[in-house]
């Protein structure tokens, strides 16, 4: 038997009243996930606990078995394991955003205006990162480099507990009220804002007419964590593809293999090609379990860009659904796929939430009779709630 997990990130949504009460999955052309749902059990699964916030971190934990609650020691951990930073037990970490504040002369008054800055390159991020880190890096802090927007701070032997904001949480809003409450922290954020608008990789930026990267943005305090190895929970080869270190860091602490793609964003201009066919390139070499998470649902979502969600949504039903459900059935051998999002990114707020979200298991030796429709009110119908989302692995796996 073959196992695959198609985890399309923050999918879930709300109904819009412009479209006819419709949500993203509603809307979109997705027929190879609506075909899967005719013959699969489908309802709602909570992902995050409600001591937790309903972060991808989090959610995807509980999708891939790893109780949050026992596990989860912050984001930027997890981000520092994929790109192979070994902490210590005294090292703190954070999340450092590459972002696109206004212009306000007083760091408190201004505005964050992109979570992203515009999904810098991680070729221009990179450099930036390189210049600022002699402004940043002493005998306590050091900054790291990552993919895109998204960066690491480390503090050794730093303190936890300090007020942090997600950057995508505050869009649109004066960051006044979001600052960090630890001096050292906003100092850094500071001095970065000093230094980056004037960086000739910025003023490229604006020229092109796109958002330059004019702070860092720090959050997503964690410390070093540990998660037993995938094959020791249960017994199956293990293999993870997704574009974000979050992800990848998941997948390398849990001894999974981790699989790079070329051309992987975590957008909606990301290589879905690729990813579908590393997923058929593991089973392949005998991998018995893929994980394979898409990033562009939630971004859109995080950007309030209606239309490129829906449009996310068809193109992992197009170009990765699609394409590898066929090659598993050509394959001949007993295959189950759990289609699900992570948790709910309504467009309307551009933030995550923590509402049940719609999770689809289909069996390829074991078909039931299933509504005709992937998505949230076809789930709700079906009257079935796995009210701890960490249980739903068992279930997939046929564990319990």
Known sequence: MKYLVILGDGMADLPREEWDNRTPLQKANKPNMDLLAKSSEMGLVKTVPDTLSPGSDVANLSALGYDPLKYY?????????????????TDVTFRANLVTLSNEENYEDKTMVDYGSDEITTAEAAQLIADLKPLIDDELFTLYSGISYRHLLLWDNGPVGAKLTPPHDISGRKVTDYLPDNEALLRIMKKSNEFLPSHPINQDR????????????????GKKPALPAFYDEYQLKGSMISAVDLLKGIGKLADM????????TGNI??????KAQAVIDEFKRG?????VHMEAPDECGHRGEADNKVRAIELIDEKVVGPVLEALKAAGEPF???????HPTPIVTKTHSREPVPYLIY??????NGPSCYCEEEAKAQNRMIPDGVTLMQRFLKRA
């Open 73 to 89: 020691t912050g984001r930027s951990p997890l981000e520092a394991a994929s790109i192979g930073v070994t902490l210590t037990d």
């Open 206 to 221: 604006v020229k092109r007419g796109l958002h330059p990267a004019t702070s860092l943005w720090i959050w997503g305090e």
């Open 257 to 264: 293999s981790v699989i790079e793609v070329p051309g992987a």
């Open 269 to 274: 201009d990301t290589n879905f090609e690729g």
């Open 287 to 291: 991998q018995d379990f893929v994980y």
């Open 336 to 342: 189950s796929i759990l289609l699900m999002p992570d």
């Open 363 to 368: 069996r390829s030796n074991d078909a039931v």
